[in-house]
């Protein structure tokens, strides 16, 4: 495994069973993305705070902006964005419905990783008010895109939302061929 990643991951601020996130797909966007670093990052859906952990560590420039949104911000997220700052970067969570949120935000991001409501209307909205903050050549992760519970429906709006999406822009697919495969779906603004 990547040894950046598995020096975070040794971190007692990280609760391996709380990520949502499957490593090996991680792992692989952490390859394509090479010594890319962002300072603006903002991510829909910090839960415990494993994905803010991960790519705020490995992707953020030291005192990069950090946005973290939740409608249930908890004590583990808490301690990840305390830690967080300690090390120098700049993070805010706030309790907050995303859409709410960026109907009313008017500044601009280089990341933003959404992993939030995995509902289909959910997502095509947040995409929509993200898009325009995005900067050139900033980046959007989707989460689950490809999740093994698609039969149960349990993330069939984020697996519609990315098809939909690949039908207009160019996107890239971060996916484990295990059975537990979550899917990372990359998109990179080139206008
Ligand atoms: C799948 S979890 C995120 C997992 C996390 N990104 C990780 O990898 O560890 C989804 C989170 O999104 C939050 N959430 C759901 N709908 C939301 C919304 N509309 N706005 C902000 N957060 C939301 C939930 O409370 C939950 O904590």
New binding site residues.
Partial sequence: MNSELVEILKDDVFINE????NLIEVEKLLKRLGNRKFSSFL??????????W?YTNLLINFAGKVIV????V?QD?KNVVWKLNRLGYQVTSYE????G?LRNFDGEFDFV?I?????YH?IKQ?FALVYPKLKKHGIILL??TFNFRITSGAHIGCVDFREELEQKYRCENFISNDSSVCGITLLEKNV
């Fill in positions: 709380h990520c949502h996130q991510e829909i859906g910090g839960c415990h705070g494993g994905s803010l991960i949104l939740d409608i249930d908890n997220l907050k419905h995303s859409l949120f990783h992993d939030g409501q995995h509902d959910v947040e989460h689950d």
